[in-house]
């Protein structure tokens, strides 16, 4: 057959738009796509703590869903922040928690507001451990006798890390005092300190009378007889009822979940005034680069919806004393940031 050169230019003509238009459809197809290897920092340099046991446990099987190499990295939050910023393309994601807007709030150095800077993304858990505890042979019986003392003039001391998760309890404390006890509150005295194990031993050297700690980390110290000098007892947990009925039934260590319950709203109240009682859930969430593809937004939201109906992943967390919470990205930046607003005015009201 004979072909003439118009026709063959012509030809050439149409097999190369055919491959200009294919490969420009292979690049949509790649856009809003997570692909390539995934670093997800959290604002923790522990590889121990909660966040980063909550945080291996979503990307696990987050990984697994979208068939992706996803690995979590322990870089603390200044760190965090600083890698977000750098990566818009999607390899480069991150998870925190409340810290993340309440260092903002308290003002702490390299904390801006992440709903003005970032994307946020789902929520995907609860820690309800956040807690309050008195040495076991202490005065005090309950957080009742606390704010009474120091309603009286009695100086109290309490053991916390400045500028976020544990000082807000501290602040909303300070709070219910300066309403219920007006005048009264500076006699509730921040001991600032670092690690849990700092504020642990500011608690066995009498250096002061409470501290912020954790279900998990001091549930041992519970156990212990009243005259050894590392024993505790709780006084407090700031997470909401509904949260701690959620939690396993065999509750953390040798406390069960009923015994939990004790130490929660309407067991426990911190007012914030009127008929409004201060609660906190430290919760998880996702944080974008700003300009990063609404697509792989989309993508994340789809795939934790569907492995949270799949229903595994709640086990998995419940085993280690996480309480399940997906919201999708909408859902969630509207809830943290009333949460945050919440928060702001027991912060102004203290200050």
């Not at 097999?15 to 959290?42: E, H, K, P, Y």
């Not at 426990?268 to 919760?283: L, S």
């Amino acid at each position: 057959m004979n072909v003439s050169k118009k026709t063959l230019a012509g030809l050439g003509s149409a097999v190369l738009m055919a491959s200009m238009t294919f490969g420009a459809s292979v690049a949509m197809a790649q856009d809003g796509q997570l692909r390539g290897n995934i670093r997800v920092v959290i604002g923790s340099t522990s590889t121990g703590g909660d966040t980063y046991q909550n945080s291996s446990i979503v990307v696990d099987k987050l990984a697994n869903k979208l068939d992706l190499n996803m690995k979590v990295d322990a870089v603390g939050a200044s760190s965090a922040f600083r890698t977000l910023d750098r990566d818009s393309r999607g390899n480069t994601l991150m998870i925190f928690h409340d810290q993340s807007y309440l260092g903002y709030l308290y003002g702490v150095q390299g904390y801006e507001n992440i709903f003005e800077k970032y994307t946020i993304g789902p929520t995907v858990a609860i820690n309800p451990g956040n807690a309050y505890l008195v040495p076991k042979d202490s005065p005090y019986e309950n957080l009742d006798e606390i704010i009474a003392a120091v309603g009286e003039g009695e100086e109290v001391r309490v053991a916390i890390q400045p500028g976020g998760v544990s000082e807000i309890g501290f602040s909303a404390l300070k709070n219910a005092i300066s309403i219920e006890h007006p005048g009264q509150e500076d006699n509730l005295v921040a001991v600032n300190t670092g690690s849990q194990a700092d504020k642990n031993q500011q608690l066995y050297d009498d250096q002061v009378d409470m501290i912020h700690g954790s279900v998990q980390a001091n549930e041992q110290f519970t156990r212990l007889p009243e005259d050894d000098q590392k024993a505790m007892r709780f006084v407090w947990l700031t997470a909401r009822q509904g949260t701690i009925e959620q939690s396993p039934e065999e509750g953390m260590g040798q406390t069960s979940r009923e015994q939990l319950l004790e130490y929660v709203e309407p067991n426990v109240t911190v007012t914030m005034g009127g008929d409004e009682n201060f609660t906190f859930d430290k919760e998880f969430f996702f944080l974008y680069n700003k300009e990063m593809d609404s697509g792989i937004v989309d993508q994340i939201d789809e795939a934790l919806a569907e492995i949270y109906a799949e229903g595994e992943i709640q086990e998995t967390q419940k085993k280690s004393f996480f309480i399940p919470n997906f919201k999708p990205s909408d859902e969630a930046s509207e809830y943290l940031k009333n949460k945050m607003s919440r928060y702001e005015a027991i912060i102004e009201n203290i200050q």
